[in-house]
């Protein structure tokens, strides 16, 4: 029995792994083309200037410099906003200096050309070999399908170019196909982050600019947070008074008038006493309600895991939930994660339309990840008072980052991170 259960855990943690890295070349793969885009444009970007910059030195390219200027931030801004919906924060840098002489030495427009120098060239080239891997794959691992449609003298696709005679060989550039296949799966993820690279160290603010940035942030944040305390306690506040505070009140009625009546009548002041037991088992789960909104026990109790999927059991739309968290997080930071989940899962079981529902936690050093998925509708947004204005600002006072995707028609992804200690 313990070897079958052994077997069965390795089964099981072969099947996560195979499916951890099917999902991480499929972000690496979409990260790469995304990469290609912006490469592109920084590329043309990255020519305009050094025509310009040629037509510099004959004395006519000068009043140029400035339109040049606005599309190497254009090229960057795209790269910015690419990079922020993959959870790399890069705040918008000023308005491009109106004077030549100023713009030529402001650090923001010196970091942006250097970017368009590497992401045009570098990056260029990284999209396009990430590409070409998984097509490559494809057309060999489909040639066994085709291959008699060619003259054998043709050749393979891509590097096989040796006679093909028969389906033996075919089903050797098959083999093949599974190589290219192997190398996507190894070195997609690298040339991602590679790409990557120079958006992040040289769109990011300069040294001097990202301390007044960060302090600034932290002022916001400090605000955000000031702002939901003060809301968590009007809403506390309006529970004990609407609720336990009234039932209570009628406890203290009830108790009077039975008192007054125990003398007359002993069966009407045991009908009394009823009626303010009644009211105070009411007042006790009104207390109970209010103290589960302040701090879950069933976190306590059953930790994050356990508590997410009494979430997900109690959302009205099918739900799963795969939490990798070894160890506890602080109270502070599960309390957050559940109340973020608690809320995104409301959402999706009133506004959504969904049929599923999936929630992914998982911890990588300092950082708890979050994700909320469901395949509804779209077209969420933090502006129509949804809830999802309370969730960000709930993240932002813990200092982590929340990030929305949900085009028009879906799906819907809901991208939490918060720091956890190590």
């Known amino acids: 029995m313990a070897e079958a259960d052994t077997g069965g855990s390795r089964e099981r943690g072969v099947r996560r ?9 499929v972000d ?12 592109i444009l920084a590329f043309a970007a990255l020519l305009l200037l050094s025509v310009v910059a040629l037509a510099c030195l004959v004395g006519i390219g000068l009043p140029v410099i400035p339109s040049a200027l606005k599309a190497v931030r254009s090229a960057a801004r795209r790269e910015r906003a690419r990079l922020s919906r993959w959870g790399f924060r890069l705040p918008e840098p000023p308005p491009v200096p109106a004077g030549l002489r100023q713009a030529l030495r402001d650090p923001w427009v010196r970091r942006e050309c250097g970017f368009v120098a590497l992401h045009g060239t570098v990056g260029l080239a990284l999209g396009v070999f990430g590409l070409s891997l998984p097509l490559s794959a494809v057309q060999n691992l489909l ?6 449609l060619l003259p054998p003298e043709e050749g393979g696709p891509g590097l096989v170019n040796w006679r093909i005679d028969g ?4 089903l050797v550039v098959a083999l093949i196909g599974v190589g290219w ?7 997609g993820p690298r040339m991602a982050r590679l790409q990557a690279l120079p958006g992040r160290r040289l769109l990011a603010p300069p040294p001097d600019v990202d301390a007044s940035l960060r302090i600034a942030e932290l002022t916001a944040t400090r605000a955000a947070a000031l702002d939901a305390h003060a809301v968590e306690l009007r809403r506390i506040e309006r529970s004990l008074h609407d609720g336990a505070q009234n039932r209570l009140v009628a406890v203290t009625v009830l108790l009077g008038a039975a008192r007054r009546a125990l003398a007359r009548d ?22 109970r309600t209010v103290v589960r909104g302040i701090l879950p026990p069933v976190l306590d ?18 739900c799963t939930v795969e939490v990798e968290v070894p160890g506890r997080c602080a109270a502070s930071v599960e309390t957050t994660a559940y109340f973020v989940v608690a809320e995104a899962l409301t959402n999706v079981a009133r506004h959504s339309g969904a049929s599923t529902a999936a929630v992914t936690v998982r911890r990588e050093a300092d950082r708890l990840h979050l994700s909320i998925t469901d395949d509804g509708r779209g077209g969420a947004d933090e502006r129509h008072g949804s809830g999802i204005g309370g969730i960000r600002r709930r993240v932002e006072a813990h200092d982590g980052r929340f990030t929305l995707t949900s085009p028009p028609g879906g799906p819907t992804t809901i991208f939490v991170e918060l720091p956890c200690g190590s």
């Open 17 to 25: 792994y195979l499916r951890d890295r099917v999902r991480i070349s």
């Open 28 to 39: 690496a793969l979409e990260h790469l083309v995304g990469g290609l885009g912006t490469a």
């Open 143 to 148: 040639f066994p399908f085709y291959f008699w």
């Open 167 to 170: 389906l033996p060989d075919a």
């Open 181 to 187: 296949l192997a190398v996507t799966v190894a070195l």
């Open 266 to 287: 002993p069966a009407q002041a045991a009908q009394v006493l009823d009626r303010a037991q009644d009211a105070a088992e009411l007042a006790l789960a009104e207390l």
């Open 301 to 318: 109790d059953r930790g994050l895991a356990g508590a997410l999927h009494g979430l997900a059991a109690g959302c009205g739309v099918p």
